[in-house]
């Protein structure tokens, strides 16, 4: 009898300590790197008695992610945040048993520095009558990251004091609301120009229209911006279609500005690609252009005109498809400002160093070409938001230039 009770006790002692260690929670461990935007967290998350199941990470930014059927005895995952600030992440790992355990960190995350140090230093102004242009095609919305890409766009411009922009594909939402006139809430050359307010306490205007929808939703125009007064502006249809869904539908932007040199036309354009042989609409477009600067010159006698933009035309091409660029520089009344500085940048076979489009279709189609002017003297030119220089902000690399204005 005492054998059976004692047998008894230790049945029961033995379920008791089963009963008193229970499951195992999983155990985490967890590092993190940040680098501008993007957050790295490296660790793992294992179960001394099971396995995890499932891993849930909420970033802070009313995101999450759930991992599932993976090995965490090592992990690596990466998010990218929008806007600049101190996030709490909560990593959470779910064990077969059910159990789980929370850790839970804080990480600042801020715009990448944006560094100057690839500009070419001919470019940085020394005179008060050097001035910048810079154009680029922004890509509408179309890259990720787009917040810290609009604020390198927004550094460069504040930083270097550039005075005349032109932006193409500077798109907004068609559904967006409206903020002023045509101009919806998400426009993007609202955008850069308020960060350029409020980060540089400059005030920029700009002024902008569209022509046709990108990706059906964006209303994707041409824009040109600046700091100096604006005297008047215009946007004109330079293509034969005007209608809002054909993509061959494109205007171009002009604004009148004062300088102390007297005044300053700027022109964005964004001109078709020629899309066959015997297909002359480039050209026609292209040659809107031209008649639209002279018209406007010969009613503001002694205004100096700059004419930026992607034109989609490569002049290293084969005939015709190099037809545009020669359609714009012919006669010799304009000058490509680039090729000014860089004199082999026409040069066959194509040199990648001067592609500022990249791509399936790399090439040199982005240009700021100066209407020959006595008072206009090049300085110097330069393709800068490339991985090497400034850092990409769109399939698009932008051109930089400087002019000298004599009075």
């Not at 824009?223 to 061959?248: C, N, Q, W």
């Not at 494109?250 to 001109?271: D, N």
């Not at 209407?371 to 090049?378: D, G, I, P, S, T």
Request: proline residues 2%; negative net charge; contains cysteine.
């Amino acid at each position: 009898m005492k054998f059976f009770f004692l047998l008894i006790i230790i049945l029961l002692s033995a379920c008791n300590k089963t009963e008193d260690q229970g499951n195992q929670k999983p155990l985490i461990t967890l590092s993190s790197l940040t680098d501008g935007m993007r957050l790295q967290l490296q660790g793992s998350a294992t179960d001394a008695d099971g396995k995890v199941d499932k891993l849930t990470i909420k970033w802070g930014d009313n995101k999450s992610n759930t991992y599932a059927n993976n090995d965490f005895s090592q992990f690596e995952f990466n998010h990218t945040f929008t806007d600049p600030s101190t996030y709490t992440v909560t990593l959470t790992a779910l064990d077969n048993a059910g159990d789980s355990t929370v850790q839970i960190i804080q990480v600042a995350v801020d715009f990448k520095e944006t560094s100057l140090n690839g500009i070419r230093p001919n470019l940085f102004k020394t005179a008060a009558d050097e001035y910048l242009i810079f154009t680029i095609n922004l890509h509408t919305y179309q890259e990720t990251s787009q917040n810290e890409k609009f604020n390198f766009i927004t550094d460069v411009i504040g930083l270097m004091d550039i005075d005349f922009i032109a932006f193409q594909e500077c798109a907004q939402h068609k559904d967006a609301a409206i903020t002023e006139g045509i101009i919806r809430e998400d426009n993007m050359a609202l955008e850069i120009t308020n960060r350029l307010k409020v980060k540089y306490n400059t005030d920029y205007s700009f002024v902008w229209n569209w022509a046709h929808y990108g990706w059906d939703v964006w209303e994707e125009g041409v824009a040109v911006v600046s700091k100096h007064p604006l005297l008047f502006s215009e946007d004109r249809y330079i293509s034969t279609a005007t209608g809002t869904t054909t993509i061959t539908s494109r205007k171009v932007i002009f604004g009148a500005y004062q300088i102390p040199e007297g005044e300053f036309h700027l022109y964005s354009a964004h001109t078709h690609w020629r899309s066959a042989l015997t297909d002359e609409e480039q050209n026609r477009q292209i040659e809107n252009i031209k008649t639209m600067v002279a018209e406007n010159e010969s009613w503001h006698f002694g205004a100096l005109s700059v004419v930026c933009g992607d034109f989609n035309g490569n002049p290293t091409s084969d005939y015709p498809w190099s037809e545009g660029y020669n359609t714009m520089v012919k006669d010799d009344v304009f000058q490509d400002t680039f090729f000014k500085i860089y004199p082999d940048a026409n040069n066959t076979p194509a040199q990648a160093i001067y592609n500022t489009i990249g791509g399936d279709l790399p090439g040199r189609i982005d240009y700021i070409f100066m209407k020959k002017n006595a008072r206009l003297q090049v300085v110097d030119s330069q393709i800068i938001f490339t991985e090497d220089i400034i850092g990409r902000v769109s399939d698009h690399f932008g051109v930089l230039t400087k002019l000298k204005i004599g009075r």
